[in-house]
């Protein structure tokens, strides 16, 4: 049984005083909620204020990027054992530090690499832009993506994938729950070609791209789809606290 995870990514939202009043609002009902990961990414300068503030609750922490060196002269950057000591998921190879920020699956490689070394669980992001859907090469795209974000990989720790095809990122166009969950299983069926039935068995593959509370229904009902990964709807309290609600009641019911 995979556990579902809901993994809400602020992106560059919130000063750090908005993401303690986003996280105040959220935090108890939040952590009343069961049978689900519920995962707050806020920006990096949030983070320690944001860990002390859900202490005690069954709300986790991650963050939105890594560099992959341990430390030195990298001005800017934040290292994995940075991260280690603060949050337990990081959200690697996002479409938008892909396009914006010229990220290839090298990079992201390294940084799997990294974020695995010290413990940490990446949320690994992969999708097909419009005209690669478009013309029918969603599955040659993933796949060449999930073969450069893990080359040389050998054990996946707690990684977990987040299909986002990057057509329905920001855009209110979400996908079907029908077309993730076609896609999600022949990402399934990749992984396990190289790492087993057993490993794929536990492996959490989650939706991406425009969620909201008015579509959540459709995508967890999918069986390979195990949570979602929610940009926009996880700034307002009340819609990422009813999309986690919703993910649990239909978990639990399966
Ligand atoms: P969105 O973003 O929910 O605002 O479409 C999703 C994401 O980028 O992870």
Redesign the pocket.
Known sequence: MRVAVIAG?C?MNTTVSEAIQLVNEMRQGLDEIDSVDKVICPPFISLATVKELIKGSSIKLGAQNIYFEEKGAYTGEISPLMLADLCEFVIIG???RRHYFNESGEIVNKKIQAALKVGLKPIL?IGERLEENETGRTEEVVAEQLRSSLAGIDYLGGLVI?Y?PVW????GKAATGEWANETIGFIRRNISQKYGKRVTQDLRILY????TADNTAEFINQPEIDGA?????SLKASQFLSIVKQTSEIKQVR
């Open positions: 990514n992106k996002h479409s938008e992001c987040a986002e329905a990122i920001g855009t991406g791209g425009s969620v990964l929610v940009g926009g709807a």
